[in-house]
Antibody
Framework: QVQLQESGPGLVKPSQTLSLTCTVS??????????WSWIRQPAGKGLEWIGR???????KYNSSLKSRVSISVDTSKNQFSLELSFVTAADTAVYYC????????????WGQGTLVTVSS | QSVLTQPPSASGSPGQRVTISCSGS????????VNWYQQLPGTAPKLLIY???QRPSGVPDRFSGSKSGTSASLAISGLQSEDEADYYC???????????FGGGTKLTVL
């Protein structure tokens, strides 16, 4: 069974860049049946899809964040990463990485989530 | 404001049946499949229902999903205390070119 684990700083200053990495275990990130996504959840609020990448490096982003988001993949390390630039307090949230399975068209496995706080 | 609309709360007594609705539009639920996720307190969401009405292995058959037009529903029968959680619907939105979620429904087992 695929497992995902987020890692990265828990505190980022306003206007700086948030950087997170998701390590995939129990399966290859090269799987042709999965896309790799980031989803976030502000405290007490709902889920927001940030974007996804496939193993060819093709990306798709939420248009509300598109100008500030970059997702990349490192197949040699079985990892994919998120960068969100020019962060503000509104970007404070729990960030989840998740695998999207093309056969079920759903997010089948999720990381435990990591809280990122934007504050000076 | 979420693209998909869910009631903020629902409740039921143990053993009862509860239904949670999810309303969307032609660009999301109306033209794509719906998934449901369960989020227990302090944990990550877990896939509960995929492609409208399919259950992943390990999900009890007390949970069922349905879709009609631009709306979908999650039904939970034989309610148990461990079902107390937040439930989210989700679908691909072709107009927004993005995955969208409902605002979530907090289920309380009385």
């Amino acid at each position: 069974q695929v497992q995902l684990q987020e890692s990265g700083p828990g505190l980022v200053k306003p206007s700086q860049t948030l950087s997170l990495t998701c390590t995939v275990s129990g399966g290859s990130i090269r799987s042709g049946y999965h896309y790799w996504s980031w989803i976030r959840q502000p405290a007490g609020k709902g889920l927001e899809w940030i974007g996804r990448i496939d193993t060819s490096g093709s990306t798709k982003y939420n248009s509300s964040l598109k100008s500030r988001v970059s997702i990349s993949v490192d197949t040699s390390k079985n990892q994919f990463s998120l960068e969100l630039s020019f962060v503000t307090a509104a970007d404070t949230a729990v960030y989840y990485c998740a695998s999207y399975t093309t056969s079920w068209q759903s997010f089948d496995f999720w990381g435990q989530g990591t809280l990122v706080t934007v504050s000076s | 404001q979420s693209v998909l609309t869910q009631p903020p709360s629902a409740s039921g007594s143990p053993g009862q049946r509860v239904t949670i609705s999810c309303s969307g539009s032609s660009s999301n639920i109306g033209s794509n499949t719906v998934n449901w996720y369960q989020q227990l307190p302090g944990t990550a969401p877990k896939l509960l229902i995929y492609t409208n009405n399919q259950r992943p292995s390990g999900v009890p058959d007390r949970f069922s999903g349905s879709k009609s037009g631009t709306s979908a529903s999650l039904a939970i029968s034989g309610l148990q205390s461990e079902d107390e959680a937040d439930y989210y619907c989700s679908a691909w939105d072709g107009s927004l070119d993005a995955w969208v979620f409902g605002g979530g429904t907090k289920l309380t087992v009385l």
